[in-house]
């Protein structure tokens, strides 16, 4: 009995070894995919998406959501993502709607690296919400122009350039036309806008450039969505300005085009804000679009290596977002180009903060530290299509430059016919400090100091 007993004892301990051992390649085993399961977490870099597919502004809102959206994709199914975390894209249909915009953001805002708005009424209204929720808001070209001040709006970026910047720009392609500055003394430049935030942004600034170069200026306010334009362009064909400008949007830009060539308004004297300038706004005037402009901060088509990638490995494995003849009209090179600088300021993030596991506010300083030069957008399949950019603390617009772009109606493509304008800073230097200041007297904001 003892024997057996002893017997039974011994083939207990083993046993105990056995199950020890056991548990201890479990513990093991478990030590090695703690980290899997948690990379694996961590390949959520969530870059939502603010659409608008629908209503009156869908068919310029349809081919930029799918440029931008195209592009992660393209980090996805090339690259892996971003440094080899991969990208989700969450979308909402805000249907250009400031209060439907702003419950999108609520709805994704949990996990978000950066917003894209899409629309200057939207930005306005997320600006407040930055700060308390360190979510940094990219309004690319658009937004409040005031936000390129860094040291009172720490979580709004609006770089290459503002409605300022290019307010100013487009005056300066006017000067080049007359003959220089001192010829627009006498002139008239008349600007047709959308009766909304977006729409009378460059007033202010078109006003100060009146009062110091001599020109007539006068406002022609169209209201939402822009079909009814007859009244406008009567009053443009009795009092007969020498340029016409136009901040429009949506189905607002195609009636205006084809309201001006029924006046017989030369297009060649008609230039578009940057989203007047596609081509669903000059295609519905067939010929008689000839020759009309528009500002551009980056180049039309799809001739770049980008393209190609985005040809190949995102329509090419059934994940592109629209039609693959559409890729690289100008709407979708602008979410693009929207999209590769937000990646890229979310890579800069990784970088400087040393983790892949980045946070809305590192991103933020990713972005405040963003340098995207000539060398890198030749890296990224981009060389020419835009310019080199630098982000400060004290300047979230960047650069400013803007160039003029023309329709040929006959080989239906936009070309660049003018150099890139520097903005002029005395000019909107003043303003911005104007407007960021009273906006910190507002909201009791006390001034960075970015030394």
Known sequence: MRGCTAATTTSRGEGEKMKFAKLTKVALAAAVVAPMLSA?????LKVPSMDYRTGPYAPNGIPFANGYSD????????DGGIEGVKIVNPSCETAYNTKQGVECYEKLKDGALVFQPLSTGITYQLIPRTIVDKVPVYSMGYGRTSAANGKIFPYVFNFPATYWSQATALVQYIADQEGGMDKLKGKKIYLVHHNSAYGKEPIRTLESMAAKYGFTYR???????GQEQKATWLQIRREKPDWVLMWGWGVMNQVAVKEAASIRFPMDHFIGVWWSGSENDVLPAGDAADGYLSGAFHAAGAGFPVHADIKKHVYGNGKGKGEIDRVGEVLYNRGMVAAMWTTEAIRNAMKIHGTKDVTGEMVRDGFETLKVDEARLAELGMKDFT?????TCENHEGPGKVAV???DAKAKKWSMVSKFYEPLRDITGPLIAEDSAAFAKENNITPRDCN
């Open 405 to 407: 772009q023309q329709w």
């Open 71 to 78: 592009y992660l994709s393209l980090l996805n199914e090339r």
């Open 219 to 225: 406002s022609l306010p169209v209201d939402h969505p």
């Open 387 to 391: 310019y080199g950019i630098q982000i």
């Open 40 to 44: 694996t977490v961590l390949a959520d």
